[in-house]
């Protein structure tokens, strides 16, 4: 049937428009989340934007461990990491597997700044990847920067930090250039394994951590990745652990709200829970 | 060189300005009007309105007289980088080895007056041999239209009629010469020197001296004298932005051609706009590494040209290099092509392709155009150096840096920030155990400017030390560490404990999960060390309910308290991903 061929022809031809993968794709090694990615994981070359959530917007913390994840399997070249506030702190990169010794830090006060500085950035096809840490983007600068990163090849993380709620209020719904939307959250960690046994306190035979309202030992960190917004993908969410010292992460399992996935992604935890830890 | 009073009008009208001195009110200067009238600074004010009833007034400005005779000096070291204000009316100017550049020193004088004149200065030029005697004979023997210009060796002639207060006396000193009948310069020469030195001191034989040009008197220049300079003057003032790249292009290849002689690279510049009201606007910049590509220094100075008002028009520009480095000829690749990019991919990831990435991109307008030529620095070998350098001259050099491991138990001292300009440490320092050693070390080990720089070849990940996992490895990190630490109200049950509460930023967080003590001490070997206050912290991980990690830290031993001591203090150190 030519009419069903051309159509065909044609959506092909339209999710090209859209998905300018001309770079390569750098993919998660997650089957769940690659699947919601055009062309089987992050287009390089391309601009993505990764938001944080609550008192996080701020800092930024889990945003730069995700793109440190990332930025660890993009090969050795140098980073161009643009920045109001030196506060990247190297042991911490190395957690996440980028070896800090690849950043090179631009320290700039205002937003304008960093939008030059990481422009010109991508025009150095030398880079690995370019990072810039900024409040406001509007939607020109965004294009631009965009239209830039598809040029050169180079690929842009934008990390939104927001000092002011107001500001954060009006920059996290409006809409931008970006190929990608990320926000990343910390989720509570898993319980850890492999404690000591807590000395018992008071009657109940409750450890004294639980009385005071927290427990003690913090097991792997975990991590919401929710991809807000992805041209020509679907939009989703995944909860993963953090990513590790080679810069990947992996969907945790155990938890009920998690997208299906294949059940050898997940690393089936036998016992998990918090009653396990005082077996002594 | 005597330069005018600033703020004072130029009209017919007598005017004087007006210090305080002891007291009284004296006149600091006259314009012509009141000079003709027979009004003279260091009158009383009193004595010149007696004069001059009509004497126009107003408050002597020392500070902004000084400030402009600094900037008729800098505008001066057109004529040569050793360049000073000499007093509170004159500008100094070493004119040895740059005079044959205007075709010898009477028509350098003649341009210096003509230029000043159009400024609204009415100079008295004298060009000898001397400090001491171009001192004297500008201020005691040129005239407004009429330079002072003996011939070479014709000096100790010119200053012989002159007073004796040409020799830079103190008045005192001049009137006690005065007393005895010493009137002219020319009088004390044939004075026996051991007499005239036992008889008014030192100080007149050595100033005769100095006139005569028997000792020598150096020059310390307005600013640092630069190493390599190239000027380029044009024929009227120069306004157009376009003018000005050209200008820029001639300037940097004539400088290259010198660098490449002689085998340098330049490091920082000067590039200095001579404007014709007097006023010089300087591009300053450095680069990340030497350079004498002609493009690339073009392309940076350009990328700062809109940082410049012209006013109403350049006259000179002079680009001066304060700073070179040897760079050794590079030996071109014979493959134009770049290297092929290695990319180790995860296992089991998706080979990606990466296309050549096209050399120029060709880019929608940038709100802040940078003139053509300013990307030119592409394809100077190099890495990223070239995009280092553009980003220095917009941002300054100190903005760039990198992450560089240091042996210290202290967590903000275990990674700092060096310039990105300067060589990755070719070998951290041991961890600092013995002594005054460790100090030593640990100073010396701060990052200099190293001759050869090789930016972008990176560290490897030795150096940070084992994080996360393993016997030997330390507790995790986080990974944005905030220095100084933010203080934060904690509240704890127990001594040991970590809080189960505390507010930080005006926001409360409840700890759900805690990790810890991990104590750190400070380094008590060092001098630093020894006298911090916080002697010894405990760093705990706190998880709040939302799963977010943060790094915590109490200063003080947890025991002290209500008991006694100052209670402990808690602090927020880091925020883990």
Excluded at chain 2, 147 to 170: C, F, K, T
């Amino acid at each position: 049937m030519p009419r069903v061929t051309s159509l065909s022809a044609l959506r092909e031809r339209i999710r090209r428009l859209e998905q300018p993968v001309r770079h390569g794709v750098l993919p998660f090694g997650v089957d769940a989340i690659d699947d919601a990615l055009p062309g089987g994981g992050l287009a390089l070359g391309a601009v993505h934007e990764i938001l944080g959530v609550g008192g996080d917007e701020e800092d930024a913390a889990t945003a730069s461990g995700f793109v440190a994840g990332l930025l660890a399997r993009l090969g050795a070249e140098p980073v161009l990491w643009c920045l109001k506030r030196a506060d990247l702190y190297g042991p911490g990169l190395l957690a996440h597997g980028l070896d800090p010794g690849r950043l090179v830090l631009v320290r700039a006060a205002r937003d304008d700044d960093i939008l030059w500085a990481v422009e010109e950035g991508l025009r150095a096809p030398d880079l690995a990847a370019a990072v810039g840490e900024i409040g406001r983007l509007p939607m020109v600068a965004g294009r631009r920067l965009q239209l830039a990163a598809e040029r050169s090849g180079v690929t842009l993380f934008l990390l939104r930090r927001w000092r002011n709620a107001a500001v954060a209020a009006a920059e996290r719904g409006r809409p931008s250039a970006a190929v990608t939307r990320w926000r990343v959250s910390a989720l509570p960690s898993a319980p850890p394994f492999q404690q000591p046994p807590l000395p018992r306190w008071g009657r109940g035979g409750e450890h004294y951590g639980d009385a005071r309202g927290w427990e003690l030992g913090i097991g792997r960190p975990r991590w919401r990745m929710e991809l807000l917004r992805v041209r020509g993908g679907a939009p989703g969410a995944w909860d993963v652990e953090v990513a590790d010292a080679t810069g990947h992460v992996s969907l945790s399992a155990g938890l009920a709200d998690r997208p299906a996935a294949p059940a050898e992604q997940a690393a089936p935890r036998a016992g998990a829970g918090p009653l396990s830890r005082r077996a002594g | 060189m005597p330069g005018p009073s600033a703020g004072a009008p130029a009209d017919e009208r007598p005017f004087a300005t007006v210090a305080a001195a002891a007291g009284r009110r004296l006149v600091a200067a006259v314009n012509p009007a009141a000079a003709a009238a027979g009004l003279a600074p260091g009158m009383p004010l009193a004595d010149a309105l007696s004069f001059l009833p009509s004497l126009a007034t107003a408050a002597a400005d020392p500070e902004a007289d000084g400030a402009a005779l600094h900037r008729l000096a800098e505008w001066c070291t057109r004529y040569s980088p050793w360049t000073a204000p000499d007093g509170a009316d004159g500008v100094k100017i070493e004119i040895t080895g740059s005079a044959h550049l205007w075709g010898g020193e009477a028509p350098l004088a003649a341009d210096l007056a003509r230029r000043l004149q159009r400024q609204g200065v009415a100079p008295r030029i004298a060009i000898a041999g001397g400090l001491g005697a171009a001192w004297a004979l500008a201020r005691f023997a040129a005239g407004a239209g009429e330079p002072a210009l003996p011939a070479p060796g014709a000096g100790r002639d010119a200053l012989a009629p002159l007073p004796v207060e040409a020799l830079r006396l103190d008045p005192a000193m001049a009137a006690g010469l005065r007393r005895v009948g010493l009137r002219r310069v020319g009088e004390l020469y044939p004075m026996p020197r051991a007499a005239l030195a036992r008889r008014f001191g030192e100080a007149v034989a050595r100033r005769l001296d100095l006139a005569l040009g028997y000792a020598p008197e150096p020059l310390s220049p307005l600013a640092e004298a630069p190493a390599r300079r190239v000027r380029l003057s044009f024929a009227e003032p120069v306004a157009d932005p376009a003018d000005f790249l050209r200008a820029i292009e001639r300037l940097t290849h004539d400088l290259v051609e010198r660098l490449v002689r002689e085998g340098m690279g330049a490091r920082r510049l000067d590039l200095a706009f001579h404007r014709v009201d007097g006023k010089v606007e300087h591009i300053r910049l450095g680069t990340a590494r030497p350079s004498r590509d002609p493009r690339h220094l073009a392309g940076l100075l350009a990328a700062r040209l809109d940082t410049v008002d012209p006013g109403l028009g350049v006259e000179d520009m002079i680009l001066a290099l304060y700073a070179a480095e040897k760079l050794p000829a590079e030996q071109l690749p014979f493959d134009p092509l770049p290297p092929p990019k290695k990319n180790p991919l995860p296992p089991g990831g998706e080979g990606r392709v990466r296309g050549a990435a096209p050399a120029s991109p060709q880019l929608p307008p940038h709100p802040n155009p940078l003139p053509p030529g300013g990307r030119g620095g592409d394809h100077v070998a190099g890495g990223i150096a070239p995009l280092l350098d553009r980003l220095g001259a917009r941002l300054g050099l100190d903005a760039l840096s990198r992450l560089e491991p240091r042996a210290s138990h202290i967590p903000e001292r275990a990674s700092v920030n060096v310039p990105a300009g300067v060589n990755p440490h070719p070998n951290p320092p041991p961890l600092a155990g013995e002594g005054v050693h460790g100090a030593i070390a640990a100073l010396s080990s701060l990052p200099r400017i190293a001759p050869t720089l090789t930016f972008p070849r990176m560290r490897g990940r030795e150096g940070w030390g084992r994080v996360g996992v393993g016997v030997n490895a330390k507790p995790p990190r986080p990974i944005r560490l905030f220095v100084p630490p933010e203080p934060i109200a904690a509240a704890w049950l127990l001594p040991d404990d970590p809080p189960f509460h505390f507010i930080w930023r005006r926001r409360p967080y409840r700890v759900r999960r805690a990790a810890g003590p991990e104590r750190i001490a400070e380094e008590w070997w060092t001098a630093e060390g020894s006298a911090s206050v916080d002697a010894i912290r405990d760093y705990y991980r706190v998880e709040d309910a939302a799963g977010r990690c943060f790094w915590l830290f109490r200063a003080g031993l947890p025991g002290s308290g209500p008991s006694g001591g100052p209670p402990p203090r808690w602090f927020m150190h880091g925020v883990f991903a």
